[in-house]
C-alpha cells in the first residue's frame, strides 16, 4: 500500500510568512485538487501530514541581531500554535489523515524525526502500522524538510517517490540539487500528472 506524506505546507512557508518559499502557495492550492482525485482514484489509502512545530529550536533561530545563513540557522517561523504554524489555507486539511510534529526543540527537517499530534507513535511505526510499504512526499521545502523525510523514508525501507511539481523549493538551484541527491539513492522523480491526469 502507498502513503502520502505533505511536508510542512505551512504559513511561514508560504508568500507572507516568515520563511516564505515563492512556490509555496502554489503547492499549496495544487495539492487540494491533487488529493481529492487522487483519493478518489484510491491511491492514497492513508496521507500523513508534517508540521515544523518549534517552542524553543535552540540555535535553529538565528539569535537576536544575527542573521541567519539560510542553511543552518534561519528566522523564527513555524512557532507552535501560531498562525504561521497553521497548514496553508489553499491545502484542504480534511484530507491530511494525521499529523506529525517536528523540532519542538531542536532543528527537525524530517518528518521521520517527529511524532503523532498528542501522541509518541513515530511516522515510520504509523506508517507499518496501516501496511504502507510505499510512500509519495510533496511539499515544502524541496532543498530541506522534503528532501530529508524522502532519504528518512529509504532509509526506513520505504519505496519512495517525491511529486517534484509539488514540492517549492527555498532556492531553485538548492532544489534541483535536492531531487539528485534524492535520485541517487532510488526516489523515483515523478509528477501529480502522471498519477491523476487522464492517462495516468
Ligand atoms: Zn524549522
Redesign the pocket.
Known amino acids: 500500500m502507498r502513503a502520502l506524506i505533505v511536508v510542512d505546507v505551512q504559513n511561514d512557508f508560504c508568500p507572507g510568512g516568515s520563511l516564505a518559499t515563492a512556490r509555496g502557495a502554489e503547492v499549496a492550492e495544487a495539492l487540494t485538487p491533487f488529493l481529492r482525485e487522487a483519493r478518489s482514484r484510491g491511491l492514497y489509502p492513508v496521507v500523513a501530514g508534517t508540521k515544523?512545530w518549534?517552542i524553543d529550536?535552540g540555535d535553529?533561530f538565528a539569535a537576536e541581531g544575527q542573521e541567519p545563513d539560510f542553511e543552518e540557522s534561519?528566522p523564527v517561523?513555524?512557532v507552535a500554535g501560531t498562525r504561521g504554524a497553521q497548514a496553508h489555507p489553499g491545502l484542504d486539511t480534511s484530507m491530511v489523515d494525521a499529523w506529525f510534529l517536528k523540532?519542538e526543540h531542536s532543528?527537525a527537517y524530517s518528518g521521520f524525526e517527529g511524532h503523532l499530534e498528542g501522541a509518541r507513535d513515530s511516522l515510520a511505526q504509523w506508517l507499518r502500522d496501516r501496511g504502507a510499504t510505499d510512500v509519495d512526499v510533496c511539499g515544502i521545502a524541496t532543498d530541506f524538510c522534503v528532501r530529508a523525510t524522502a532519504l528518512d523514508a529509504v532509509a526506513e525501507g520505504f519505496r519512495v517517490r517525491v511529486i517534484s511539481d509539488l514540492c517549492a523549493p527555498v532556492t531553485a538551484g538548492g532544489g534541483a540539487v535536492a531531487f539528485n541527491q534524492m535520485a541517487y539513492v532510488g526516489v523515483e522523480l515523478v509528477e501529480s500528472g502522471d498519477l491523476v491526469g487522464p492517462n495516468a
Open positions: 515544523d518549534h529550536p535553529h534561519w517561523h513555524c523540532g532543528a
